[in-house]
């Protein structure tokens, strides 16, 4: 079965700075690569995502690249914000709505 | 509301009882999804159903975990005989498959505490 991986498990960045977070996938089935943030006892919610036929994807101060033949993705986030301090996951699943995989995540933290 | 609601938000039960977590996804969506999340770490992959059936179970750890959804809307995870290691926040999703594209919502989850 799938496997992600991610890291790093945590991250401090100072206010104004960027914050990259890396995974790695096993299965070269996997074809869509969703980014979930979760602030602490809230929900997990959708940031971005990011399909197989592309390698990069931009929103705002968000940006996803994706290596299909390495089998690693990216999240960039520029200009970080205190806002932006969460848990940060990324995922793996065939199609988008296929059972997604999730990485064990990435702690955020950003520094005002 | 609009989103994804789960009942009960806690749970406390003592070791070896039987427990019913319910999850209503959003009006229309054809997929639902459980998931179980420990402190710490991230969603662990349960089982997902599109419309009534369970498309893929393959992430229920054992046969004390069940689940159900009958008329293709609200779903029941069950677990039964509760140990200490199913204390966990379990979370529900739902998706409207829609052209391929679809999103994923989150409901805000069951914490369930085996004492």
């Known amino acids: 079965g799938e496997n992600v991986e991610q890291h790093p498990s945590t991250l401090s960045v100072q206010e104004g700075d960027s914050a990259v977070i890396k995974c790695t996938y096993s299965d070269s089935a996997s074809n869509y690569f969703p980014w979930y943030k979760q602030e602490l006892g809230k929900r997990p919610q959708l940031i971005i995502d990011?399909?197989?036929?592309?390698g990069e994807k931009k929103d705002q101060r968000i940006a996803v690249t994706l290596n299909k033949t390495a089998k690693h993705f990216s999240l960039h986030i520029t200009e970080t914000q205190p806002e932006d301090s969460a848990v940060y996951f990324c995922?793996?699943?065939?199609?988008?709505?296929?059972?997604?995989?999730f990485g064990p995540g990435t702690s955020l933290s950003v520094i005002p | 509301g609009a989103g994804v609601s789960q009942t009960p938000s806690n749970k406390v039960t003592e070791k070896g009882k039987y427990v019913e977590l319910r999850c209503d996804p959003i009006s229309g969506h054809t997929a639902l999804y459980w998931y179980r999340q420990s402190l710490g770490q991230g969603p662990e992959f349960l089982i997902y159903f599109q419309g009534t059936g369970a498309a893929d179970d393959s992430g229920l750890p054992n046969d004390r975990f069940f689940a159900v959804r009958p008329e293709g809307s609200v779903s029941t995870l069950k677990i039964q005989r509760t140990e200490r290691g199913d204390s966990a926040v379990y979370l529900c999703a739902s998706s409207l498959v829609e052209g391929g594209v679809t999103e994923a919502f989150f409901g805000q989850g069951t914490r369930l505490t085996v004492v």
């Open positions: 995922a793996a699943s065939e199609t988008s709505y296929d059972k997604v995989i």
């Open positions: 990011i399909r197989s036929n592309v």
